[in-house]
């Protein structure tokens, strides 16, 4: 067999094979099935009925497993264990209280020739089957009661579930006056077909779980391992098997509490997951083996109690150093409580320096703006009124308010616009005022105004008065709306009114202007069609729980490559400079990842765009490295795309809290603090590089001195090299082609 087959495939074929044996042995097998018999044929009885059982067993459970498409719940087998069940009695009692009465004379004549036709292969069953024959047909007599022929009818129905056992027969001692007791009798017997009844279904159960369990025994070339089930970790998870395609598994550890949640596990196992119940919560946490953690390739804690997520995580990359494994060690953790990075920053420094742990902190909120940003550049939002700013009004300030405002700011500074928002949020005062304590520089710079004139609610009276005061002056100003208030059915109607607001001053088109949130799949496709075009709607969890998104290698790749050129005088390797600096390890690798989000806005002021070399097609005109860095040199776009880059880092650290430390304050005491670096965001959070990027030289003049002074006073340790901020900037531009070469993309021109 193909060893590309997945295992679904794999699990089909096994199940075929084991159908197919178990018909055998039951045919084989079949006249031994109602009696015991005493003959050359029968050696060993019990043996018989033992494997008759057993083949039964495996021939309905394979049979089931394989139509478990049309039997999908516990409920949906149950249902058909009664349809068929109820039939049978149907067909059964017709036919005793009927049919037999007119038959019992013809009964012998058909049980002679049946004998004498299997005379010569069966010549000493004979007797048996005549005498057993005799005694069930006198059972049916006219003193049989109604109760007799029911259960009668009921037990030999349980039989067509039980092919091993054979029609149900009356054993010779009893006396058929004895009605009473052969009510019991019968009743008994009815009890123990329902209990194995049961039991089979619940061992059916059982093995397909166990089925699903030995899947782990394949060799897969990738393997991804998600703590906990939801609707993000699963769409992830069914996005990584869709992109990875063959010899790919994803293995869904639960905790006990939800093992007996039989729609969760038929909803994972018919996706292909493999799927293990383990003690995640409580004292007695689960620890994975050394032989998982080997073979798989990234972990995933994206449950929705964080709590549980960061206990998890913590505990597995302690599991992960105290075992050594060497391999490299992917982790995807998902926290909406912010600088929780600074808790996982004290874990790595003490991870052995050999080891590589690649570490992503996100939350839904992240990478919904995230991917908003990069699909709705603010290089391409239409113009306002007034042409020379972006005007930006944000309704609803919960996390995603806050991820929408910060990356969108960071995203503006590619234009050459001023830029303005204006956030509302009837919560903002009791919930969400962090950020206004936090980054009061990045307000200031940027112009931020929280609830302006009083207006603390986005569907009152007042906001909308707000909005159409002096003949709808602010409605008219915005070039981007986001109303983000946490309910899609809220946004979506909220966003129609402003936008049919928009029609009545003639502006038609809200397409580009106005955007809804919606965090439903279902609901986002709802909308998608009834929104008549005239809003956006994003967010969608199909669309923000993918490879592409949340895993992201490339983006680690440019991004790697970027952090290399930044330090290349420190580390020797792209790689060992991407693992170097422990203690803001982090920090550096989130800030090279939103270095390489702005590349697309480089490439687009530069009239080009990239994609991934697998998708190029004949008509692309590939633009090399040597084209790219002489189109940087005509007039003088290298120090423009700089100065754009500087302004978007400035605008990164700001919207992070980071401080400017003012050119004034920096002296050589000051500087040694930080060994003599501008950056001293881990002892007094703030940067002295904040500032514009015509200023760089001055205070590069200033760090250079007091590197030459601490130089001549420090003769045995390693020198200081001199900074050189503008040239960081410009390298980091020029650096782009190599970074997306690393990461098989390549550049084009956009017209192309």
């Not at 939801?230 to 069914?238: G, K, M």
């Not at 998608?528 to 490339?554: A, R």
Request: glycine share 4%.
């Amino acid at each position: 067999m193909n060893t590309k087959l997945s295992f679904l495939k794999r699990e089909k074929w096994l199940l075929l094979i084991v159908l197919i044996v178990s018909i055998i042995v039951i045919w084989l097998g079949k006249d031994y099935t109602g009696f015991l018999t005493k003959g050359k044929f029968d050696p060993c009885p019990f043996l018989v009925i033992i494997t008759l059982s057993f083949a039964t067993l495996l021939f309905v459970s394979c049979l089931v497993l394989l139509v478990y498409p049309c039997l999908k719940t516990l409920r949906g087998k149950i249902a058909g264990f009664l349809i068929v069940f109820l039939f049978a009695i149907c067909v059964n009692f017709y036919y005793l209280n009927v049919v037999s009465d007119n038959r019992i004379e013809t009964k012998y004549e058909i049980q002679g020739a049946h004998i004498q036709r299997d005379t010569v292969f069966f010549k000493e069953i004979k007797e048996p089957l005549v005498k057993v024959s005799a005694v069930a047909t006198d059972t049916i007599s006219e003193k049989t009661t109604f109760i007799n022929i029911l259960l009668c009818s009921v037990n030999n129905s349980l039989s067509v579930f039980f092919p091993s056992r054979g029609n149900y027969r009356m054993a010779e001692k009893l006396n058929g006056n004895e009605q009473l007791f052969l009510n019991f009798y019968y009743l008994s017997h009815l009890l123990a077909y329902v209990y194995f009844a049961l039991l089979a279904i619940s061992v059916i159960n059982a093995g397909r779980r166990m089925m699903n369990r030995s899947r782990t025994l394949f060799n897969y070339k990738k393997r991804y391992v998600f703590a906990g089930a939801n609707e993000a970790s699963i769409l992830l998870a069914e996005d990584l098997m869709k992109t990875d395609k063959n010899d790919t598994s994803v293995i869904f550890y639960l905790p006990y509490s939800v093992s007996n949640n039989h729609e969760l596990f038929e909803k994972l196992d018919s996706l292909g997951f493999i799927v293990k119940y383990v003690p995640l919560d409580g004292s007695r946490m689960y620890k994975i083996s050394r032989r998982h953690i080997n073979k798989g390739n990234a972990y995933f804690f994206l449950d929705n109690n964080e709590d549980l997520n960061i206990k998890l995580a913590l505990k597995f990359i302690d599991r992960w150093k105290n075992i050594n494994v060497k391999k490299d060690l992917n982790i995807y953790i998902s926290v909406e409580t912010e600088d929780i990075g600074l808790l996982f920053n004290n874990v790595i420094e003490n991870v052995d320096k050999s080891s590589k742990l690649h570490l992503h902190i996100f939350n839904q909120s992240d990478i919904t703006a995230r991917q908003f940003v990069i699909e709705h550049p603010m290089l391409t939002a239409p113009l306002a009124a007034a042409q020379e700013e972006n005007n930006i009004l944000i309704l609803g300030f919960g996390y995603l308010g806050k991820e929408i405002l910060t990356k969108t700011i960071c995203d503006a500074q590619y234009t050459q616009k001023r830029l303005t928002i204006t956030v509302i949020d009837e919560h903002i005062e009791n919930y969400y005022s962090d950020f206004r304590f936090r980054c009061t520089e990045a307000i200031e710079k940027y112009k931020i105004d929280f609830n302006p004139e009083g207006v603390h609610h986005a569907r009152s009276r007042a906001f909308f008065n707000w909005l159409l005061r002096d003949n709808a002056a602010k409605l008219l100003s915005f070039n981007r709306i986001f109303v983000t208030l946490g309910n899609s059915r809220i946004n979506v109607d909220l966003a129609q009114n402003i936008c049919n607001l928009r029609k009545n001053y003639g502006l038609k088109n809200s397409k580009k202007v106005i955007f809804a949130h919606i965090n439903e799949t279902g609901a986002y496709n709802y909308f998608n069609e009834t929104s008549n075009e005239s809003i956006t709607t994003f967010g969608n969890p199909d669309k923000i729980y993918t490879k592409s998104v949340v895993v992201n290698e490339e983006m680690d790749t440019i991004a790697k490559q970027l952090h290399f050129k930044w330090s290349a005088s420190h580390y020797p390797t792209a790689e060992k400079a991407w693992f170097g600096d422990r203690a803001n390890l982090l920090w550096n690798q989130d800030s090279s990842r939103a270095s390489a989000m702005g590349i697309g806005n480089i490439l687009h002021l530069l009239g080009m765009k990239t994609i991934k070399a697998s998708d190029k097609r004949e008509d692309d005109v590939i633009v090399e490295d040597e084209e790219f860095a002489n189109r940087l040199m005509e007039n003088n776009y290298i120090d423009i795309l700089a100065e754009k880059e500087h302004k978007r880092w400035n605008a990164y650290h700001f919207t992070k809290g980071i401080r400017l430390w003012k050119m004034e304050d920096v002296n050589y005491e000051t500087l040694k603090e930080s060994g003599m670096k501008a950056n001293q965001i881990k002892e007094h959070n703030r940067h002295a590089a904040l500032i514009d990027f015509d200023q760089l030289p001055k205070l590069d003049q200033l760090i250079n001195a007091a590197r030459e002074r601490w130089n001549s006073e420090n003769s045995d340790n390693t020198p200081k090299k001199p900074d050189n901020n503008q040239q960081k900037d410009r390298d980091s531009i020029l650096e782009i082609p190599r970074s997306l070469r690393q990461a098989l993309c390549l550049i084009i021109y956009k017209n192309s």
